[in-house]
Nanobody
């Protein structure tokens, strides 16, 4: 069974940066599209970003383009999310996820993810 472990969350001032990491084991990371999701208090979980299995294609929620960058290092089985110019509305628990099937693609529906991490808290103070 796949295991995903996030790290890098914390408290940061508005305008600051954080880099989240997600280390994977027990799944074919190099052949898996990966994604980041977040859930703010009282809100539904939303898709943040997705990256294709080979890292060649990335997608972002429209509201986040230009501030967040997703990447994956297949040699290290690690997914990253670089978050810049953070705002208070970015405060949430951030989750990494892996597509259930290898070579599956990212989609606008943010579906098909079968493996989830436990989440890491990001708090942006204004």
């Amino acid at each position: 069974q796949g295991l995903l472990v996030e790290s890098g969350g914390g408290l940061v001032q508005a305008g600051g940066s954080l880099r989240l990491s997600c280390t994977a084991s027990g799944l074919n990371f190099g052949a898996s599209a990966m994604g980041w999701f977040r859930q703010a208090p009282g809100k539904e979980r939303e898709g943040v970003s997705c990256i294709s299995w080979d890292g060649a294609t990335t997608t972002y929620a429209d509201s986040l383009k230009g501030r967040f960058t997703i990447s994956k290092d297949n040699a290290k089985n690690t997914l990253y999310l670089q978050m810049n110019s953070l705002k208070s509305e970015d405060t949430a628990v951030y989750y990494c996820a892996a597509k259930r099937f290898i070579y599956d693609t990212c989609s606008a529906s943010w579906t098909g993810f079968g493996y989830w991490g436990q989440g890491t808290q990001v708090t942006v103070s204004s």
